[in-house]
Nanobody, 126 residues
Framework: QVHMVESGGGLVQAGGSLRLSCIPS????????TGWFRQAPGKEREFVAA????????YYADSVKGRFTISMDNANNTVWLRMNSLESEDTGIYYC???????????????????WGQGTQVTVSS
């Protein structure tokens, strides 16, 4: 089973930046959409951003729009999440996931993503 490998998390002060990366465990893997989700302690997993593998159409949660940028390097299927102007509310475990077939009308629903990573911790200190 293909899984995703995230990296780039860490501790940063409010207002700072981080860049997360996500790559499939098998280089030949082909997906439809890569999404980033996050989960803060005591809260449900929430959608952050997503990108379609073909065409590069992007989607963002309202809470990160204008601060986060998702992009993809199709040569090696790596997806990046650039996070600027970080706030304490951005703290959480960030998960990368890929879906190969859209089963909902929106990419924001996590249970349609089949391939997940273990997550990377992002901590923003105020």
């Amino acid at each position: 089973q293909v899984h995703m490998v995230e990296s780039g998390g860490g501790l940063v002060q409010a207002g700072g930046s981080l860049r997360l990366s996500c790559i499939p465990s098998e280089p030949s893997f082909s997906g439809y959409v890569t999404g980033w989700f996050r989960q803060a302690p005591g809260k449900e997993r929430e959608f952050v951003a997503a990108i379609r593998w073909r065409g590069g159409i992007t989607y963002y949660a309202d809470s990160v729009k204008g601060r986060f940028t998702i992009s993809m390097d199709n040569a090696n299927n790596t997806v990046w999440l650039r996070m600027n102007s970080l706030e304490s509310e951005d703290t959480g475990i960030y998960y990368c996931a890929v879906l190969t077939y859209l089963t909902h009308l929106t990419v924001r629903v996590p249970d349609q993503y089949e391939h997940w990573g273990q997550g990377t911790q992002v901590t923003v200190s105020s």
